[in-house]
């Protein structure tokens, strides 16, 4: 179990230290499915991966541990949290192969991309670091209501290499009869050590939960079904 009692440096400003150690998610040497509900998938524990160099669109994985894995196919079960969240602090490193795409929801409702946009001059919300857009079913079909909160800048490196990824979330807030009186927030997002989002407000959650109702406290999760990814040192922490 990783425990962290300290800030992490690229939030200081805003003084966001824990109110209480959080059980880590994940650590090297240290991978623990029991802090996820099931099912759990192809997920699997690896030493690393790599681009295939016959398929740059797929990993090469090596036996061992330290990194989480979502499977040849990269399309497996998504991962929730057992635990629920209100305000929190993450980090995580990524890595995914060409054309990949992946992401993190907080409350199950809010999705920050994470996606392979390397070299895009232009980028939207759909893009790595990007805040997803409102969508709904329409004929059959997933489709977009808005382009989303693009990120400030394309950090995004290139397929095969570790990425990190930095995020301060602010949860909704409610008065007694329930009535939302306070906008979710992206306090701050850091990717790859450029600062992608700064005090962005959440009017609704994103994708086709735009919907759904919004509560105070939800679990965390990370995207599986949409090609491999791989992820290390998964840091979580309540923040006040």
Known sequence: MLIRITCLGVFAMFAVCATRPVTGLGAPGEFDLSMWKTPHGEWTQVA????????????????????????????????????KFADVEIHLEFNLPKGSNSGIKFHGHYEIQICDSFGKKEVSGEDCGGIYPRAEIQKGRYTHLDKGIAPKVNACKAPGEWQTLDIVFLAPRFDKDGKKFKNAMILKAVLNGQVIHEKQELLTPTGDRWVNKEMYEGPLMLQADHGPVAIRNLRVRVVK
Not at 67 to 79: D, H, I, S
């Open 48 to 83: 690393g991966v790599e681009l295939d160099p016959k398929n740059a669109r797929k990993f090469v994985a090596t036996a061992g541990k330290g990194v989480w894995y979502n499977g040849a196919k990269g399309r497996t079960a998504n991962l929730y949290s057992k635990e």
